[in-house]
């Protein structure tokens, strides 16, 4: 139990690499994704919970990087877009957005992305219904969302596929 | 948009999360989901001297059956909440509000205990335990007690909580037979706060007069407002279109103090807090006469 504002010794895995760090507590975990291990893939937006750019998965779970401290994630496993899939291999959420034209200017993909991968890994028959919900976190402000809800559809199909 | 500077710890045991509450107080913060208080520190609305992050503490998440109710610990996530078989059929009304609450990432991460002792008073939680008469367990270094929910909200994210008290769990009576729940809410947009909510619960009697009755209001109002006066007034009584009308007209025009803000005016509130009344009575009877 280390209490100080000055810097802790920080240990994590990020996209299957273990990542060693000091950072200060006070560093969001998008800010040390972005500065400290110069992963820029996960976006930020917000920087409050609302628009949804900055979602990884801890675990595996989809949550908002910009509402946690990188400190907390000591021991645990992140999940951010570049570990997804590679531009020569992609994911078949990757794959099915590509195919569905499911992004325009690109801002908000990596965090629908990163959530899509996780909804379809417990839900991989999804309806449209249940597609809208589980993007219902993530804002896009130009393509609009039917291309998006077509492509997560497409997803599930070649998950299933596969 | 970044946090002012602050001390961490991560305390491994309760009792360590509470020494250090006991030591610094009112400069302290717990950390649990982080949904609200992370935001608030974004914006350096909260700017707490220590972070007491107690997410390391094992056995807090836990949402259990017992007689007459469930246990719900604090920190059990929305998630878990959302997708427990336990909470859909001893505490309906709480498993089916969680949808409706904030998006999937953020439920990921926000807490029972922690949306309890935010106490924002747009949030579900804060409405829900009040309606169904929860109580919640306070922790401190010098003992516990027990808080009604009724009690436990004061005011604007302001609860019965001392500064050196982790609510550590809460419990959630099951409604008798005969019961039934609604929870009506508008939104701006899906799972935004609600400009104006209420949720009801009533129990009727085997000839069908309610017998029981607890209406509260979200989001028009510093804390859950809960109409006692309008609730009352349908104990006792079959549940006309008349009686439904009556109770509605009180509970809105007396029992609670709706706001202005850029979203909406406290007139809007009311009006849309009036309609949302009637049609939770109305559903909560048919669910009580287990027609839905």
Known sequence: MEATTQKIELSVTVNGTRYERAIEPRMLLSDFLRHEIELTGTHVGCEHGVCGACSVLMDGEPVRSCLMFAVQTQG?????????????????????????????????????????????????????????????????????????VDAVLLAAKKKQAS | MKPAPFAYYAPTTLDEALSLLSEHGYDAKVLAGGQ????????????????????????????????????????TRHHQSETSPVMARHAPLIYSTMPKIAYPQVRTRGTFGGSLSHADPSAELPTLTTTLDAKFRLVSQCGERWV??????????????????????????????????????????????????????????????????????????????????????????????????????????EEIDPGDDIHATADFRRHLAKTLCQRAIEQAHQRAQGKQ
């Open chain 2, 148 to 253: 009604s929910a009724r009690e436990f909200f004061l005011g604007l994210y302001t609860t019965a909580l001392e500064p050196d008290e982790i609510l550590i769990e809460g419990f959630v009576p099951e409604l008798p037979p005969r019961s039934g729940w609604s929870l009506q809410e508008v939104n701006r947009r899906k799972h935004d706060f609600a400009l104006a909510g209420v949720a009801a619960v009533l129990t009727l009697d085997e000839s069908g007069i309610c017998q029981d009755a607890r209406l509260v209001f979200l989001s028009v109002g510093d804390h859950p407002m809960y109409a006692e006066r309008a609730s009352n007034l349908l104990k006792g009584q079959a549940l006309t279109p008349e009686a439904i009308r009556a109770a509605t007209e009180l509970a809105t025009t």
């Open chain 2, 36 to 75: 609200s208080l992370v935001p608030m520190m974004n914006f350096r609305i909260a700017q707490p001297a220590v972070l007491v992050d107690i997410n390391n503490i094992p056995d807090l998440a836990y949402i259990n059956a017992e007689e007459g109710g469930v246990r719900v610990g604090a920190l």
């Open chain 1, 76 to 148: 645990h496993e992140i999940t951010t877009v570049e570990g997804l899939g590679a531009v020569d291999a992609l994911s078949p959420v990757q794959q099915a957005f590509h195919e569905a034209h499911g992004l325009q200017c690109g801002f908000c993909t990596p965090g629908i992305l990163t959530t899509v991968t996780a909804f379809l890994e417990t839900n991989p028959n999804p309806s449209e219904e249940e597609v809208r919900e589980a993007i219902s976190g993530n804002l896009c402000r130009c393509t609009g969302y039917q291309h998006i």
